[in-house]
T-cell receptor, first 113, second 113 residues
Framework: NAGVTQTPKFRVLKTGQSMTLLCAQDMNHEYMYWYRQDPGMGLRLIHYSVGEGTTAKGEVPDGYNVSRLKKQNFLLGLESAAPSQTSVYFC????????????FGPGTRLLVL | DQQVKQNSPSLSVQEGRISILNCDYTNSMFDYFLWYKKYPAEGPTFLISISSIKDKNEDGRFTVFLNKSAKHLSLHIVPSQPGDSAVYFCAASPPFGNEKLTFGTGTRLTIIP
């Protein structure tokens, strides 16, 4: 039981490049989330999903897109990376509603030059 | 608009003493509160939670206190151990039907041997 895994662990992009961050969970959780963590800002919700095929915007969705084609996977896309998207990205999942315990992945560190 | 606030970015405590981490919230609709612990280069992990129907919840060395009238919660760690050195995030959720947690900005706890 791996829990929540994220790939890649670290990536460097040039401004304007695109990439996809992959999150996978093996706990059969309905809810999945993408957060970014920046110094002094805590964890801010980017997008989330309440089930396969559904997505919704969080607190800071601009510049990101997501897809949840399979229940166990939640993809975060950056179509045209900007230096402001330099951050650590965390994926999380929860069994039921988001207010319950969320289980986090180890994070992806992204540097946009 | 920071609905969950952790006003102390850092805290240092001697090993064996009590660590007290504080969190304030502004949204009176929040009814479920959680504390997460985060080590460097890892994702946050759930530590302890409390429902608004309680004012205290205890789990081993960790106790969370909730003061609804003051919109304040605190995490007590007794006795503090070197392994407790980490960043602690408090989080809050409104009643059932809302899928999101709102996180504070975190407090870095350092336990001094």
């Amino acid at each position: 039981n791996a829990g929540v895994t994220q790939t890649p662990k670290f990536r460097v992009l040039k401004t304007g490049q695109s990439m996809t961050l992959l999150c996978a969970q093996d706990m059969n959780h309905e809810y999945m989330y993408w957060y970014r963590q920046d110094p002094g800002m805590g964890l801010r919700l980017i997008h989330y999903s309440v089930g396969e095929g559904t997505t919704a915007k969080g607190e800071v969705p601009d510049g990101y897109n997501v897809s949840r084609l399979k229940k166990q996977n939640f993809l975060l896309g950056l179509e045209s990376a900007a230096p402001s998207q330099t951050s650590v990205y965390f994926c999380a999942s929860s069994k039921n509603r988001g207010g319950e315990t969320q289980y986090f992945g180890p994070g992806t560190r992204l540097l946009v030059l | 608009d920071q609905q969950v606030k952790q006003n102390s970015p850092s805290l240092s405590v001697q090993e064996g003493r009590i660590s007290i981490l504080n969190c304030d919230y502004t949204n009176s609709m929040f009814d479920y509160f959680l504390w997460y612990k985060k080590y460097p280069a890892e994702g946050p992990t759930f530590l302890i939670s409390i429902s608004s129907i309680k004012d205290k919840n205890e789990d081993g060395r960790f106790t969370v206190f909730l003061n609804k009238s003051a919109k304040h919660l605190s995490l007590h760690i007794v006795p503090s151990q070197p392994g407790d050195s980490a960043v602690y995030f408090c989080a809050a959720s409104p009643p059932f039907g809302n899928e999101k947690l709102t996180f504070g900005t975190g407090t870095r706890l350092t336990i001094i041997p």
